[in-house]
């Protein structure tokens, strides 16, 4: 794929305008080229088929969501715990405003998203390598006590603020400030404390 | 609506067959009375219009997923973390089941359920409820520490572990047992340890 060029961002931008008009399904790489008042050629220069274009409008669309919060993860000279709290209310914050503002917008890409499988499983890699780092730095400077390690403790963070951010579910309800900040001293105080001692932990048969 | 008899059960049973052939879209009462071989007049006097039959249908599907939690809710001999435990694991296995044994039928009550905000509610009110009894006796027997309540540590339980029972996470994925051990743990710990104090608690302006 060539470098990221302006024409390259222009196609983006107008694809995100002929995706508005027609959907996800009806939109063409013919539509966006006449958009431009281009030759389809031109496009397909850049994006080979229908696939890779929608593949990197979402990426784009993506990266809005995790651009800033890169930088709040890796700020090493700030405490994890409140790396931790702002990566999370940055992330309800984008998202919320995101839906708030173009609801149908947003509801378009969790659609073009749910067939997407490489577009979202790099996104979500990328969520859980920020939260990685967070939790990683908690854990050396002895504030938090995440077992079985940093990574199966930032998946666990990721899952169990779903509520919060994930498309499937924020196109039906969008949780209160509320609720986050239960939600959030629920977990930093598990992460703080440690894992249940084996004699507090209940023993279920597995199934 | 009449008592629960044979026919009202009846008539259920073969609306799910009609919904599995035709969809939601396509059923209507007609069908369902030509599939009983009775008259559409004869349902209407169980169910006065399709919306009808279709709460119907799906609060009894919803009702299969409560039926055994509330039985392990509200079993006070048990330890409160235990129950907690057991309902989690039990609500897990039981849609993981379902999912996997029909998954076309789960996604099919999936959209149903989309449309049908007040079945829904009440079946969120009724997890809600059973969560609020476990964790209540946990509270009073000073196992937990949940604040501000019983009432929000459980809408904090329920909305922390979706990605385990939520539909609309799990018709895209199962998450798998080792996760399920992990997120338990986490929030058992943070309600064993109780709210994190002012101290440790990140200061985070509110947008």
């Not at 013919?30 to 080979?48: C, E, K, Q, T, W």
């Not at 990328?126 to 990683?136: A, H, N, S």
């Amino acid at each position: 794929m060539p470098e990221e060029t302006p024409l390259h961002e222009r196609i983006l931008d107008t694809t995100e305008q002929v995706l508005r008009r027609y959907g996800p399904e009806k939109t063409n790489v013919v539509d966006v080229a006449r958009a431009l008042g281009m030759s389809h050629g031109n496009i397909y220069r850049h994006f080979p088929n229908k696939k890779a274009l929608l593949d990197a409008v979402s990426a784009r669309w993506m990266h809005c969501f995790t651009e800033s919060l890169s930088t709040i993860a890796s700020d090493s000279k700030v405490a994890p715990a409140i790396r931790l709290r702002r990566w999370f209310d940055t992330l309800r914050e984008t998202k919320r405003k995101k839906i708030q503002d173009d609801p149908e917008f947003f509801q378009m890409y969790h659609t073009i998203a749910k067939e997407l499988h490489d577009v979202v499983t790099a996104h979500v890699a990328e969520l859980l390598q920020q939260l990685e780092t967070i939790i990683r730095d908690g854990i050396k400077a002895g504030d938090f006590h995440a077992k079985p390690g940093a990574s199966s403790a930032a998946m666990a963070f990721l899952q169990t603020t779903f509520a919060f951010h994930h498309p499937a579910l924020l196109v039906t309800r969008v949780p209160s400030d509320d609720e986050a900040d239960t939600v959030f001293d629920l977990l930093l105080s598990g992460m703080i404390a440690g894992p249940v001692s084996k004699k507090l932990r209940p023993k279920v048969k597995k199934s």
